[in-house]
């Protein structure tokens, strides 16, 4: 039997990596084989302590388990592009909400499932062919010598390997990346350092952060010609020198010496352009460049290009999709990994969001959602931003479908807040939502006719059918701006939350006309920043939705301390860093992709390796302390 469950593992793992369509010729798939081997005996010590009858029951129970596990997570990396977490895995009940394009997943990958339990299935076939008799104490504790001796042995041909970014080792010891720690270590392996993780509270480690801080921030005065006007800067009256005299807490007093060494931006001739205007910001489900067309979605098409039209715009995707999205985009913060950092904020001081920022400057503050209020929490991480929230079940009454009209959500909300100048409104939208199909999407369906001459696949017309629910609901939006006479006073922003990922890539390449780069452009999209009467203008500059909240702080004058965020804004002279989940990165200078570990120039640019080594230490510090923020509450030190 002890055989069986080896050979199950080993087959489990082999159909993991074909799903991925991974190679078997690497180091990643050994390692990930022979860290299984101690999880097999451990699984036949386990099924061999009782009667013959009994654990057989239990080897059905335990391969079923297993085929679940690794079944669930194939569906979950074929929808969402990663492996789930023993932290989601605790929130997972409101997924359920999703149940058609739950069934809809499942009967597409049937065969992956059935695959997924043939270990569970063969028990039964080979049960005259299996010992299933128990064993004694004696062979139990030899064993899990060997399973010990085994672990060790791999532990120790990870530790002897390279110790570069994701690598084995890396991974194993220092960092968290999903995909990239199945690849390298296996689900099994990685799996159980997750639960590790969740239960002590690991974090990321990385150089001591006193020594990747920047160099501390000098004005330049020997210049040839007098200085005509003061530099001013977007901080805030922190007495980081008092913070770290006063504080006993090492890591508190780390980020103190940090923040007061991270170069702020200076403002500029965009600051306080819009100081007084109302704001409203919305973050659209998997929007993208292949929802702007000139003639179907008109409204979407003027507001990203007679705005402030950026070019080299990116959203890049995160650990947990949607809410990860949002947060990136509210809070100026990275992620951290293994959890829900948008809910876990909402437990948090968070003065520096925009919510909250213009609350006190006496803004009705509203926020609303077209699901469900408490889907992803909201109704924690959202009133904590200063906002009065409203979704499906709190407030928000509209029709029952999936995915739900944002016109509608418009048509209902904008009244609660238009006569209440000024304000600051913030929307998720949820029309766009995949599945992309004109059967089970209601918005797809609704707007059929639409996109029945558009030369795509069904999947990309679906999709771009839902998208002009969004363009509607814009259009209804500005209608209503203009007959309130304040159009002209009211600044929209609008990004993204991800890349439409319920779309095959072979169905974005149909929409781009081409193949799309799949480490960088994939996440290449649209930044709206509009009012009535803008001139046009073209922004070039990288930049990524870590630089909305810092950007339109800026732009509206507020008081912020550009110190503490891990975005800029985008209209500063600082330079651009736009910042990828598996911290790849993109500069004025070039492309880094942290999987192969090559930089690529721009035209023109020649990198040295210390201009790399250099931007690599500054992602790694700003993954950290986005982490310690949210663990430490840091924000409750720096604004009392």
Known sequence: MLLYFIASLFYLESLLRISLGETFLSTGFLISLLL?????????????????????????????????????????????????????????????????????????????????????????????FINFISIGNKIKILLIGVAVLIHIAGVSIISL?????????????????????????????????????????????????????????????????????????????????????????????????????????????????????????????SFSPYAVHKDVTPTLYKLVHEGYYFTNFYTPIWGVSTSDGEYVACTSLIPKRGVWSFYLSGKKSMPYVLGNQLKTQGYNTMAYHNNTYTYYKRNISHPNMGYEYKG?????????????????????????????KPFHAYYMTVSGHMRYNFTGNAMAAKNRKLVEHLPYSEAGKAYIACQIELDRALEYLLNKLEEAGIADKTLIALSSDHYPYGLELEEIDDLAGYMVERNFELYKNHFILYTKGIEPT????????????????NLMGLDYDSRLFMGRDIFSDSEPLVIFENKSFITDKGFYNSINGIFTPNSGEKIDEDYINTIKDIVDSKFYYSAKILETDYYKYVSK
């Open 36 to 128: 299984s081997i101690p999880f097999s005996i451990l699984s036949y010590i386990i099924c061999t302590g009782f009667n013959s009858y009994v654990n057989y029951i239990m080897t059905l129970i335990l391969t079923a388990l297993w085929g679940f596990i690794f079944a669930s997570q194939i569906l979950y990396y074929k929808l969402f592009k990663t492996f789930y977490t023993f932290f989601s895995v605790g929130n997972a009940g409101q997924i359920l909400e999703f149940w058609r394009d739950i069934l809809a997943l499942i009967a597409g990958n049937i065969l992956w499932i059935l695959f997924a339990f043939v270990p569970c299935i063969s028990v039964v076939f080979l049960k005259e």
């Open 161 to 285: 390997g390279e110790k570069a970014q994701f690598s084995a080792y890396d991974l194993y010891f220092n960092n968290d990346h999903p995909v990239m720690s199945v690849k390298k270590l296996g689900l099994i392996t990685y799996m159980r350092l997750d639960i590790q993780r969740l239960i002590f509270g690991w974090s990321p480690q990385i150089a001591e952060p006193i020594e990747i801080l920047p160099k501390p921030f000098i004005e330049i005065t020997d210049k040839p010609e007098p200085v005509e006007k003061t530099i001013k800067y977007n901080t805030l009256d922190i007495d980081f020198v008092g913070l770290i005299s006063n504080e006993e807490n090492e890591t508190i007093k780390n980020m103190h010496h940090y923040f007061m060494n991270v170069e702020p931006t200076a403002k500029n001739d965009y600051t306080g352009k819009y100081k007084g205007y109302n704001l409203i910001l919305i973050t659209a489900e």
């Open 392 to 420: 499906v079940g709190n407030g928000l009454n509209i029709k029952k479908s999936w995915p739900a009209s944002d016109l509608e959500m418009m048509e209902k909300t904008i009244p609660e807040y238009i006569d209440k």
């Open 538 to 553: 073209v922004i070039d500059k990288p930049c990524s939705s870590l630089d909305i909240l810092p950007t339109i702080s």
